[in-house]
């Protein structure tokens, strides 16, 4: 029953020539695997995957057609929903999107204070990786150092933001001017918390520390390597047609950040390497995501020594109205590209809002790479995607 | 802010020569470049060709969609000047590089009462999702994709739920921001003037 052409990369199952007919076996909605609700249709022939049709679509919340009833300013409370693991990033590429719309530029600060809180949800969102996907290969341990960590994140962004997950923090001009305010008639421009930058610089420290523990814990790990080396691998032109973006593309060899080539917010003033390695398997992009949590650290040292004081808003009129016109504005997320295609007709509301979630084209190569695949082998390549379904879903 | 388009505000002249030039390679209809943007117009029947050969250069695909144009719309404020715009389809496709900044949309028109285009799936892998997503929002046929079933929506669901002329049932129910909130949108002209005052003290 095993063409020659199935029989592929990790060989070592299955040796005995049994008569397996075809078989489906549905995977999901519900499996600790699937990161959400995703479900995966596999027909395989013993313990070989030989068709899978991925069925997605049950977080699907439509907010492309809710942005087109609601003007600016709410946009940012919904797509910080998007990828809910790395809310605050969502919300950049957007609000940079509609500020290169309505020709306005935000202050110094508040780009950096953009900047920083980026670089923060990418630490966040990659030590949830780094939690997971060891546990999904059996190794519970890193999920309780990663997760424990994690809560440092978060908590330096609940005190800007005065949310975990979800900060709506964006403005149009700049970012919230104060936090826990709220008023709508008294403009009070309040700086960030005291003592912010401070903490935030312990923080990092503890990056550093965690990354050394994950490292041990993880990298070098025998039975981790066994189970990641060599499979599922990517090649990078298979990468790029699929419009695979972020650690995906970079583990497959094409270090292409955006941060590098399109610089946004001031990512420019700023040094860091761009992480990639080679192979395109899972190991791989494992190793390029804990390289970036240490780049992103090194970003943050850099942005509390720069960050200049001043304003965090410029004035903008009370009713925002973008003019005629459609603009495409992209960020590099965690996960990857993540862009807005921003269509205006001038008026309070975008006409159309079209989501490039990252998650989506990550995950429409699942077809592609999981043909042939051994069973046991799915839930390490599906892992190692690292994808959130309300990105694929929006 | 001025409520006049000024669709030349950020468009530099090095983005305008990538733009012409590229669309001149490729025998396009023509280009449009604005606020950083550079779209690329493509004759539909033209479509798989002229985005096969300029994926040569810009490798990278990045996403497809669609706009749907009309001059009458159930949900949101609707187009600008009803009168002069054409009703049509408009399917967007986006290409970019993996080295440099440089990206296009191609941009194709299809009449309302045959939205058919050709497929992308069968050369570039990553489009079949992104058509297939198309399909069932707008209703556009990907001629050549023979697997264009529903990606988010019930087998059973019926209609196109980004069309324009498709309710949003949330709305129809409950009209924003609904009865609870009773702080009034901006919009009324008193809160404006209220605003405008606001403004002024502020630049004091």
């Given at each position: 029953?095993?063409?020659?052409?199935?029989?592929?990369?990790?060989?070592?199952?299955?040796?005995?020539?049994?008569?397996?007919?075809?078989?489906?076996?549905?995977?999901?909605?519900?499996?600790?695997?699937?990161?959400?609700?995703?479900?995966?249709?596999?027909?395989?022939?013993?313990?070989?995957?030989?068709?899978?049709?991925?069925?997605?679509?049950?977080?699907?919340?439509?907010?492309?057609?809710?942005?087109?009833?609601?003007?600016?300013?709410?946009?940012?409370?919904?797509?910080?929903?998007?990828?809910?693991?790395?809310?605050?990033?969502?919300?950049?590429?957007?609000?940079?999107?509609?500020?290169?719309?309505?020709?306005?530029?935000?202050?110094?600060?508040?780009?950096?204070?953009?900047?920083?809180?980026?670089?923060?949800?990418?630490?966040?969102?990659?030590?949830?990786?780094?939690?997971?996907?060891?546990?999904?290969?059996?190794?519970?341990?890193?999920?309780?150092?990663?997760?424990?960590?994690?809560?440092?994140?978060?908590?330096?962004?609940?005190?800007?933001?005065?949310?975990?997950?979800?900060?709506?923090?964006?403005?149009?001009?700049?970012?919230?001017?104060?936090?826990?305010?709220?008023?709508?008639?008294?403009?009070?421009?309040?700086?960030?918390?005291?003592?912010?930058?401070?903490?935030?610089?312990?923080?990092?420290?503890?990056?550093?520390?965690?990354?050394?523990?994950?490292?041990?814990?993880?990298?070098?790990?025998?039975?981790?390597?066994?189970?990641?080396?060599?499979?599922?691998?990517?090649?990078?032109?298979?990468?790029?047609?699929?419009?695979?973006?972020?650690?995906n593309l970079r583990a497959s060899g094409v270090a292409y950040d955006l941060r590098k080539a399109d610089p946004y917010?001031?990512?420019?003033?700023?040094?860091?390497?761009?992480?990639?390695?080679?192979?395109?398997?899972?190991?791989?992009?494992?190793?390029?995501?804990?390289?970036?949590?240490?780049?992103?650290?090194?970003?943050?040292?850099?942005?509390?020594?720069?960050?200049?004081?001043?304003?965090?808003?410029?004035?903008?009129?009370?009713?925002?109205?973008?003019?005629?016109?459609?603009?495409?504005?992209?960020?590099?997320?965690?996960?990857?590209?993540?862009?807005?295609?921003?269509?205006?007709?001038?008026?309070?509301?975008?006409?159309?809002?079209?989501?490039?979630?990252?998650s989506f084209s990550n995950l429409s190569i699942l077809p592609w790479i999981l043909q042939g695949q051994l069973v046991?082998?799915?839930?390490?390549?599906?892992?190692?995607?690292?994808?959130?379904?309300?990105?694929?879903?929006? | 802010?001025?409520?006049?388009?000024?669709?030349?505000?950020?468009?530099?002249?090095?983005?305008?020569?990538?733009?012409?030039?590229?669309?001149?390679?490729?025998?396009?209809?023509?280009?449009?470049?604005?606020?950083?943007?550079?779209?690329?117009?493509?004759?539909?029947?033209?479509?798989?060709?002229?985005?096969?050969?300029?994926?040569?250069?810009?490798?990278?695909?990045?996403?497809?969609?669609?706009?749907?144009?009309?001059?009458?719309?159930?949900?949101?404020?609707?187009?600008?000047?009803?009168?002069?715009?054409?009703?049509?389809?408009?399917?967007?496709?986006?290409?970019?590089?993996?080295?440099?900044?440089?990206?296009?949309?191609?941009?194709?028109?299809?009449?309302?009462?045959?939205?058919?285009?050709?497929?992308?799936?069968?050369?570039?892998?990553?489009?079949?999702?992104?058509?297939?997503?198309?399909?069932?929002?707008?209703?556009?046929?990907?001629?050549?994709?023979?697997?264009?079933?529903?990606?988010?929506?019930?087998?059973?669901?019926?209609?196109?739920?980004?069309?324009?002329?498709?309710?949003?049932?949330?709305?129809?129910?409950?009209?924003?921001?609904?009865?609870?909130?009773?702080?009034?949108?901006?919009?009324?002209?008193?809160?404006?003037?209220?605003?405008?005052?606001?403004?002024?003290?502020?630049?004091?």
């Amino acid at each position: 029953m095993t063409s020659p052409a199935m029989i592929h990369r990790s060989e070592s199952a299955v040796s005995v020539e049994l008569q397996t007919p075809d078989m489906t076996l549905n995977i999901g909605p519900q499996h600790p695997s699937t990161h959400g609700v995703l479900r995966l249709v596999a027909k395989i022939d013993g313990e070989r995957v030989r068709d899978v049709e991925p069925v997605i679509g049950y977080m699907h919340r439509g907010y492309e057609k809710l942005s087109e009833v609601r003007t600016y300013a709410q946009i940012t409370a919904l797509v910080n929903r998007i990828d809910w693991v790395s809310g605050f990033a969502n919300e950049v590429p957007f609000i940079v999107g509609v500020e290169r719309l309505m020709g306005v530029e935000a202050p110094e600060r508040a780009q950096w204070i953009r900047l920083i809180l980026s670089e923060l949800a990418r630490i966040s969102s990659h030590l949830v990786f780094m939690s997971s996907y060891p546990l999904e290969l059996g190794a519970t341990t890193p999920l309780m150092h990663s997760l424990r960590e994690r809560e440092y994140i978060l908590e330096l962004i609940e005190e800007v933001t005065g949310g975990r997950f979800h900060p709506n923090f964006n403005r149009v001009g700049g970012v919230k001017p104060a936090y826990g305010g709220g008023s709508t008639t008294k403009k009070q421009s309040m700086d960030l918390p005291a003592g912010f930058f401070q903490r935030t610089a312990e923080a990092m420290d503890r990056m550093d520390k965690i990354c050394d523990d994950i490292d041990s814990l993880v990298t070098g790990n025998e039975l981790i390597k066994m189970r990641t080396v060599g499979v599922g691998i990517i090649p990078a032109d298979k990468a790029i047609e699929y419009g695979l973006s972020g650690p995906n593309l970079r583990a497959s060899g094409v270090a292409y950040d955006l941060r590098k080539a399109d610089p946004y917010l001031t990512y420019d003033q700023v040094e860091f390497d761009v992480a990639s390695a080679s192979d395109g398997d899972c190991y791989d992009r494992y190793v390029v995501r804990l390289e970036e949590i240490r780049q992103s650290v090194r970003i943050v040292r850099q942005a509390i020594d720069k960050i200049p004081s001043g304003p965090l808003q410029t004035k903008v009129p009370r009713v925002l109205k973008a003019p005629k016109g459609q603009v495409y504005s992209r960020a590099e997320n965690p996960k990857g590209e993540f862009g807005y295609y921003i269509v205006s007709e001038g008026g309070k509301m975008p006409y159309r809002l079209k989501i490039r979630s990252t998650s989506f084209s990550n995950l429409s190569i699942l077809p592609w790479i999981l043909q042939g695949q051994l069973v046991p082998d799915l839930v390490a390549i599906m892992g190692s995607l690292d994808f959130v379904l309300g990105d694929v879903d929006r | 802010m001025s409520d006049a388009p000024d669709t030349t505000a950020v468009a530099d002249s090095p983005l305008d020569a990538f733009a012409e030039d590229l669309a001149q390679r490729l025998g396009a209809l023509g280009h449009i470049v604005e606020f950083g943007t550079v779209r690329i117009l493509v004759d539909r029947d033209a479509w798989v060709d002229t985005i096969l050969e300029a994926n040569r250069e810009l490798p990278f695909f990045s996403w497809l969609s669609a706009i749907d144009w009309s001059k009458e719309t159930e949900v949101g404020e609707g187009v600008d000047d009803p009168d002069q715009m054409e009703e049509r389809f408009e399917v967007i496709c986006r290409l970019s590089s993996v080295e440099t900044a440089d990206a296009a949309q191609f941009v194709a028109s299809l009449p309302k009462e045959d939205p058919t285009i050709g497929s992308l799936a069968p050369h570039i892998g990553g489009a079949s999702w992104h058509e297939r997503e198309a399909h069932e929002m707008f209703g556009i046929m990907f001629d050549g994709n023979d697997h264009l079933i529903p990606l988010y929506l019930p087998d059973d669901f019926e209609g196109n739920p980004l069309l324009k002329s498709y309710p949003l049932i949330s709305r129809e129910v409950k009209p924003w921001p609904g009865d609870v909130d009773v702080e009034g949108m901006p919009e009324t002209a008193d809160d404006a003037d209220e605003a405008a005052a606001e403004d002024e003290e502020v630049a004091e």
